[in-house]
C-alpha cells in the first residue's frame, strides 16, 4: 500500500537559514510520482515539483532544491536562505501509476524575521 | 492562467442541513476532486470525477455525494450535515481525464466549512 511520512510536524527557523523537509514514501510499484506542494496561510495549495520514479536527478530551482532518492525511498525538501514568505505548510504526495494522489500530513514551516 | 473557483471561503451551517459546496474550474479540466483537510491528518480524497456524470469513491465518502452535470462544475454535497464534518475542504482539478492521471492538480482556495 501507499504510504506518505512527513515526521517533522512543525520547524521553526529565522531568516537566512537553510531548512530540509523530509519526505519517505512506501510503494510496490515500480512507477510511481512524487509531489511537493505549498500551502501559505491562504489556503490554497501551490504545485511545486514533480518527479517519475524513473528519474532520479536531483533539481534546483532558484532557492529550491529537491533530492529524490530512491534506495532510501525518500524525496526531501531543501529551501536555501529561507524567506518569511516561505512560511507555509508543505505537503508531500505520492501517486502510483492510475492511483490516487496520497498525501503526507504537511509540514508546518515558520520562518521568522 | 489556471483558476478553480470555490463559492465560499467560509460557511457556517448547523446539525442536519444539507449542504453544497460549489467548486468551478475554468481550464476545461476532465478530472476534477473534493478533498478534506483536517490538523493532523492532511488531505484526504472525498470524491473524484472524470467526465461529466462520472464519479469514484475516494477515501472517506460516507456521509457526502457530488454532482458533476457539466464539465467545469463540481459540487460536493453533505445530506445530513453533522459536527464531525467541520474541516476544510478543498476543490481540485487536472487537465488528463478518464481516471486519475498522476499530473499536478490546481486547487481553490478552500472553503473552512463549520457546523454547529
Known amino acids: 500500500a501507499q504510504k506518505v511520512t512527513q515526521a517533522q510536524t512543525e520547524i521553526s527557523v529565522v531568516e537566512k537559514e537553510d531548512v530540509t523537509l523530509d519526505c519517505v514514501y512506501e510503494t510496490r510499484d515500480t512507477t510511481y510520482y512524487l509531489f511537493w506542494y505549498k500551502q501559505p496561510p491562504s489556503g490554497e495549495l501551490v504545485f511545486l515539483i514533480r518527479?517519475?520514479?524513473?528519474?532520479?536527478q536531483n533539481e534546483i530551482s532558484g532557492r529550491y532544491s529537491w533530492n529524490f532518492q530512491k534506495s532510501t525511498s525518500s524525496f526531501n525538501f531543501t529551501i536555501t536562505a529561507s524567506q518569511v514568505v516561505d512560511s507555509a505548510v508543505y505537503f508531500c504526495?505520492?501517486?502510483?501509476?492510475?492511483?490516487?494522489?496520497?498525501f503526507g500530513k504537511g509540514t508546518t514551516l515558520s520562518v521568522s524575521s | 492562467d489556471v483558476k478553480v473557483t470555490q463559492s465560499s471561503r467560509y460557511l457556517v451551517k448547523r446539525t442536519g442541513e444539507k449542504v453544497f459546496l460549489e467548486c468551478v474550474q475554468d481550464m476545461d479540466h476532465e478530472n476534477m476532486f473534493w478533498y478534506r483537510q483536517d490538523p493532523g491528518l492532511g488531505l484526504r480524497l472525498i470524491y473524484f470525477s472524470y467526465d461529466v456524470k462520472m464519479k469514484e469513491k475516494g477515501d472517506i465518502p460516507e456521509g457526502y455525494s457530488v454532482s458533476r452535470e457539466k464539465k467545469e462544475r463540481f459540487s460536493l454535497i453533505l445530506e445530513s450535515a453533522s459536527t464531525n464534518q467541520t474541516s476544510m475542504y478543498l476543490c481540485?482539478?487536472?487537465?488528463?481525464?478518464?481516471?486519475?492521471?498522476?499530473?499536478?492538480?490546481?486547487f481553490g482556495d478552500g472553503t473552512r466549512l463549520s457546523i454547529l
Open positions: 481540485a482539478s487536472d487537465p488528463v481525464g478518464r481516471g486519475y492521471s498522476n499530473q499536478p492538480q490546481h
Open positions: 504526495a505520492l501517486s502510483e501509476a492510475g492511483t490516487a494522489l496520497i
Open positions: 518527479r517519475n520514479s524513473f528519474d532520479e
